[in-house]
């Protein structure tokens, strides 16, 4: 039996003009644009004529390789971050933690300057009042870089999910691009943040509301009540707190790569994360501990001289002027230890959540096979690809019409 007619796959029949993109040969990387297919003497993928036997990796075209990812592949990916693409990563991670640390301090100490002045400022009658509202006003003035931190912190994480999303098909972007890609999606990063804060004080303003009435209110078994409800409600808190964090820790990467809203982007990250639970926590949990154990690490040495050369410099504790220099340069090299690793920390930590993502999307959804044809036809040269990353696209290879949605 023969077959006389060749098949043709349905995505060359609807769009004849185009040529189709062939198959990956096991083993072997995507044909290069211009390449011949060899249809006179079989498929040629660049290595002759013929079928090629043997297995070798999928093919790694930048940031991760199109397969599963075992744990040792995240976490050198997660790291790796810094290093393939750091001015868009490290640079603005440390430009974002470094405005945000010194606002603080500027914040805070000019607040508190001014407090204090008035409390020295004051008579002996009312210093009580005087000092309650100071410490109250240099409490507010706190929250306000801490609302300020989290609004930089929900930006940095969303240009790093999208510096991950790119890398894993091979492309190097500017901060400009990141920026440019991810906007319309801050706000809606901003959103999701502000709600898990609101909902966090909801949740411990009720119970401290209700520990706060029986002890007030109840005598004895009051307290003894309320104590126990603050024990239960902490080991509680602390549960849901992992569960919830977990099962949700993908309402990031949903939000800036397939760009639902943030109802769609939960139902999304709790479908993602559904049978997955102790792999998506216990890679998160280890990448915590890392990046702390290390920082304490290097932290350890300064916090251990700078007590000894305090000494050295003012065995009195007199406190003179060189007490006060060796004083302040110790603080301001803390802070810059501190912003350093709090800039280091806030891109592996968001660049492990956006790994877990595509991994995730690779073994539930076969995403590593449309990467590997979207890697393909690019570099084929088809410049209107559907991006594979999104949600519910066609095909990565068969060339489409209309705009690319990352355009």
Same mark, same amino acid.
């Given at each position: ?9 349905? /995505? ?25 297919? /060899? ?19 999928? %093919? ?7 397969r599963p990812l075992d744990l040792g592949t995240i ?22 933690? #470094? ?5 603080? +301090?500027?914040?805070?100490? /000019? ?33 306000? %870089? ?8 929900? !930006? ?12 894993? !098909?091979?492309e190097k972007l500017t901060f400009r691009s990141l ?31 209700? +520990? ?18 603050? +024990?239960?409600?902490?080991? #509680? ?25 943030? $109802? ?36 350890? %040495?300064?916090?251990? +001289? ?15 002027? /060189? ?39 690779? $073994? ?5 096979? &449309?990467?590997? $044809?979207?890697? &393909? ?31």
């Amino acid at each position: 039996m023969t077959d006389e007619q060749k098949w043709t796959s349905p /995505g060359a029949l609807a769009h004849p003009t185009t040529p189709a993109v062939p198959p990956i040969a096991p083993g072997g990387d995507p044909p290069s644009a211009g390449q011949s297919t /060899g249809a006179a003497n079989g498929p040629d993928y660049g290595y002759g004529t013929g079928m090629h036997s043997g297995w070798t990796p999928p %093919p790694k075209p930048g940031l991760i390789p199109l397969r599963p990812l075992d744990l040792g592949t995240i976490l050198g990916a997660a790291f790796r971050v810094l290093r393939r693409n750091p001015k868009p990563t490290f640079g603005a991670a440390l430009l974002i933690q #470094g405005g945000v640390y010194l606002l603080l +301090i500027l914040v805070v100490a /000019g607040v508190g300057f001014g407090a204090l002045s008035r409390i020295d400022s004051s008579g002996a009658k009312n210093a009580d009042q005087i000092t309650a509202g100071a410490t109250g006003l240099v409490v507010v003035a706190s929250i306000i %870089p801490g609302l300020l931190s989290v609004i930089a912190t929900a !930006v940095l994480q969303g240009i790093i999910v999208l510096e991950v999303s790119r890398g894993a !098909v091979g492309e190097k972007l500017t901060f400009r691009s990141l920026w440019k890609r991810a906007r319309g999606r801050i706000g809606a990063l901003i959103g999701w943040a502000a709600l898990l804060i609101l909902a966090a004080t909801v949740v411990v303003g009720i119970i401290i509301a209700i +520990i706060v009435f029986l002890a007030a209110n109840l005598g004895t078994g009051g307290v003894i009540a309320a104590v126990l409800i603050g +024990i239960f409600a902490f080991f #509680g808190l602390i549960v849901l707190f992992v569960w919830l964090g977990t099962k949700l820790a993908l309402v990031p990467s949903v939000l800036m790569i397939e760009r639902m809203g943030i $109802r769609g982007s939960i139902a999304r990250s709790w479908s993602l994360t559904e049978g997955y639970f102790w792999r998506t926590f216990g890679i998160s949990a280890l990448v915590t501990v890392i990046v702390f154990v290390v920082s304490q690490v290097v932290s350890l %040495p300064l916090n251990f +001289i700078a007590p000894i050369a305090g000494g050295l410099i003012d065995p009195q504790g007199q406190k003179g002027g /060189g007490a006060i220099v060796l004083v302040a340069v110790l603080s301001v090299l803390v802070v810059m230890i501190a912003v350093v690793f709090q800039s280091i920390t806030s891109v592996v930590q968001s660049a492990t959540t956006a790994l877990i993502y595509l991994d995730l999307r690779i $073994r539930k959804e076969g995403l590593d096979l &449309e990467l590997v $044809r979207y890697v &393909e036809a690019k570099q084929r040269g088809h410049a209107s690809v559907v991006d594979p990353l999104l949600h519910g696209a066609p095909a990565a290879g068969v060339p489409t019409h209309g705009e690319s949605p990352w355009a």
